[in-house]
C-alpha cells in the first residue's frame, strides 16, 4: 500500500519482520548453548582441579608410608589391588597396608601383617572415586628400561644404568606364612580416579635409600644378623653353626591342644601344640655364644590317641618321650627360620663378622 503522495511507507513487512526475528532466536539459541558448553566445560575443570589435587594427596602419604619402611611388597590378595608396608622403629613393628576396594583407595594399619581380603580390617578412606587401578613390583635391573605407561616416560635417564637387583629377607613373615622380601626393587602402582590418572613408584626409604649408589650392596642376609641375633650386636664373631632342635620341658614349648575321654571315662590328651627350639652357636667371642630360636608351632601327632593323663606332665608326656629329633623328622626344618640359618651360612663364609 502506497501514501498519497505515491512513495512506500516506513514498516516492514511481514516476510521482513519473520526473518529478523528467526535472525534473533537463532543467535539467542546459540548464545545460551554457548554459554551451557561453557559452564559445563568451567564444572569439568573443577572436578578435575579437585580430583587432581585429591589423587596427589594421596600419592604423597603413599609415599611417606614408603619412605619410613623397610619393606615395601604386593601381598596376595584375590579382594582388589593391594600394597603392604612394614616399619621397624624403637617401638617395635607396625604394618600398613593400602587397598583398592568398592571405588576407593583405603588404607589399614595393625600390629602384625595384614590380609586384604580380611572384612574386620579397619579401614579409613584415602581416595573416593577410583575406576581402575594396578600394581607391579619392578625389580631395580629392570628400572633402566622402564617406561611409564601412564605417562609413556621411560625411567632409563633416571636411574643409573646396571643397577644389580638386591633382595634380602625382611625375616619377618607375611599373612600367609611366605618371607617377605626388602631390597632395591619398586611397586608401581596405578590409579586412575576418573579424570584424573597417575602413577606412583614406591621404594623402600630405611632400606636402601631411595635409588642411589647405595643399591649396590650385596651382602644379602648376613647383613640382617645384628636385628636377628641382637646377642652378639656388641660381640665380634667369625663362625655360626645350626645346632640340633631340642624340646626342653616347659609348657612354653608344647601344651595340651585337645582332650579326650577315654573308655574308663578318664581325660587324657589327644594332640600336643609343639614349638621345637633351635639354637645357633656363634665362636670367635670369649666365651662363645649360643642364641636360641623357637620354630612355628606343629600338631603331633596328626590323628591320634596319646592316653597322657590330664593336667599334662610336662617331662613325661607322650611328645617328650617322641623327642625332637623325631619331630624334627616329621617336620623338617620350620620355614620361619630359614633367614636364620641363611645368615648362619653367611657368616661362616667371612674371615669376622662384626656384630
Request: net charge negative.
Amino acid at each position: 500500500m502506497r501514501a498519497c503522495d505515491g512513495e512506500p511507507d516506513g514498516g516492514f513487512t511481514l516476510i521482513e519482520v519473520m526473518i529478523a526475528t528467526g535472525i534473533f532466536v537463532f543467535a539467542a539459541v546459540t548464545g545460551f548453548e554457548t554459554l551451557r558448553q561453557l559452564g559445563g566445560a568451567v564444572t569439568l575443570l573443577q572436578q578435575r582441579a579437585a580430583s587432581a589435587a585429591a589423587l596427589n594427596t594421596a600419592l604423597a602419604q603413599l609415599r611417606a608410608d614408603a619412605a619410613s619402611s623397610v619393606a615395601v611388597w604386593t601381598p596376595a590378595s584375590t579382594c582388589g589391588t593391594a600394597v603392604s608396608m612394614m616399619k621397624r622403629t624403637a617401638g617395635g613393628t607396625s604394618f600398613t597396608t593400602y587397598l583398592v576396594q568398592n571405588g576407593a583407595l583405603m588404607r589399614a594399619s595393625a600390629s602384625g601383617p595384614m590380609n586384604p581380603c580380611d572384612g574386620t580390617l579397619a579401614l579409613d578412606a584415602v581416595l573416593p572415586g577410583v575406576s581402575s587401578s594396578s600394581v607391579t613390583a619392578i625389580a631395580a635391573s629392570a628400572l633402566p628400561a622402564h617406561v611409564d605407561p601412564v605417562s609413556g616416560t621411560a625411567d632409563g635417564a633416571i636411574f643409573r644404568g646396571g643397577i644389580p637387583s638386591v633382595a634380602v629377607s625382611s625375616h619377618a613373615q607375611d599373612y600367609d606364612g611366605t618371607m617377605i622380601a626388602t631390597g632395591n626393587g619398586i611397586v608401581e602402582l596405578i590409579i586412575d580416579a576418573d579424570p584424573a590418572e597417575a602413577t606412583v613408584d614406591l621404594v623402600a626409604g630405611n632400606r636402601p635409600n631411595g635409588y642411589t649408589d647405595v643399591l649396590t650392596y650385596t651382602c644379602g642376609d648376613r647383613c640382617e644378623a645384628n636385628q636377628l641375633f641382637p646377642e652378639i650386636a656388641s660381640l665380634d664373631v667369625d663362625a655360626c653353626t645350626a645346632d640340633a632342635p631340642d624340646l626342653p620341658d616347659s609348657s612354653t614349648y608344647y601344651v595340651a591342644s585337645a582332650t579326650a575321654v577315654s573308655a574308663t571315662g578318664r581325660i587324657v590328651t589327644s594332640a600336643y601344640a609343639v614349638h621345637l627350639r633351635y639354637g645357633f652357636t656363634f665362636s670367635g667371642a670369649s666365651p662363645a655364644v649360643t642364641a636360641y630360636r623357637v620354630g612355628p608351632a606343629v600338631d603331633w601327632p596328626a590323628a591320634a590317641n596319646l592316653s597322657d593323663p590330664y593336667p599334662v606332665d610336662y617331662t613325661n608326656n607322650a611328645v617328650h618321650a617322641a623327642g625332637a629329633a623325631a619331630l624334627a623328622a616329621v617336620f623338617g626344618p620350620p620355614a620361619n627360620l630359614a633367614g636364620e640359618t641363611a645368615v648362619c651360612t653367611g657368616l661362616d663364609g667371612e674371615s669376622l663378622f662384626h656384630g
